[in-house]
T-cell receptor, first 114, second 109 residues
Framework: IAGITQAPTSQILAAGRRMTLRCTQD?????MYWYRQDLGLGLRLIHY???????GKGEVPDGYSVSRANTDDFPLTLASAVPSQTSVYFC?????????????FGEGSRLTVL | GQNIDQPTEMTATEGAIVQINCTYQ??????LFWYQQHAGEAPTFLSY??LDGLEEKGRFSSFLSRSKGYSYLLLKELQMKDSASYLC??????????WGAGTKLIIKP
């Protein structure tokens, strides 16, 4: 089934540890995004990539990094996790050449930093 | 700054009609989206409006007034499975999505 796969679905880690959230899509979408979702707040964009080989900063990029080596993969790395990075992380993709550019989301990665 | 406002929570009765409002103030406008998100799940696309007026899709309709910075999502013949959060998002002049915090819709029998 075509779509977006995120891993892990849930993770608890100690503050200061490095963590990479994986995201893979098989829809050949050009654009990919990482959001975090916190209670009472809207989805907030962390980083995005409009095409393979390029990335950009979103609204809340500090403490996170991304890479886009190919069309399908868009990993998000927390270099040194802090408790404020406890959140649900969603990866999404879109075909920006389409009529609406609607986003397709992965199932999310629930991260707890202690 | 850019801002999307929508009610935090609404309650409606199974079989009834509910309207979820969204007002926005953004730097430019390139379309408004509604997404549905069931608890613990990913958001899924419902509708897209870029021109003024009503877009109907089955039991769901979405309305846009660009001059008023206003949209609503209308859900008819409510079913228990419609219990979810509904997210309003606006694409600004830089083609970035600005998201509202979402409206939690509770459906009662």
């Amino acid at each position: 089934i075509a779509g977006i796969t995120q891993a892990p679905t849930s993770q608890i880690l100690a503050a200061g540890r490095r963590m990479t959230l994986r995201c893979t899509q098989d829809m050949r979408h050009n654009a990919m995004y990482w959001y975090r979702q916190d209670l009472g707040l809207g989805l907030r964009l962390i980083h995005y990539s409009n095409t393979a080989g390029t990335t950009g900063k979103g609204e809340v990029p500090d403490g996170y990094s991304v890479s886009r080596a190919n069309t399908d993969d868009f990993p998000l790395t927390l270099a040194s996790a802090v408790p404020s990075q406890t959140s649900v992380y969603f990866c999404a993709s879109s075909d920006t050449s389409g009529n609406t550019g609607e986003l397709f989301f992965g199932e999310g990665s629930r991260l707890t930093v202690l | 700054g850019q801002n999307i406002d929508q009610p935090t929570e609404m309650t409606a009765t199974e079989g009834a009609i509910v309207q979820i409002n969204c007002t926005y103030q953004t730097s430019g406008f390139n379309g408004l989206f509604w997404y549905q998100q069931h608890a613990g799940e990913a958001p899924t696309f419902l509708s897209y409006n870029v021109l003024d007026g009503l877009e109907e899709k089955g039991r769901f309709s979405s309305f846009l007034s660009r001059s008023k910075g206003y949209s609503y999502l209308l859900l008819k013949e409510l079913q228990m499975k419609d219990s979810a959060s509904y997210l309003c998002a606006v694409m600004d002049s830089n083609y970035q999505l600005i998201w509202g915090a979402g409206t939690k819709l509770i459906i009662k029998p």
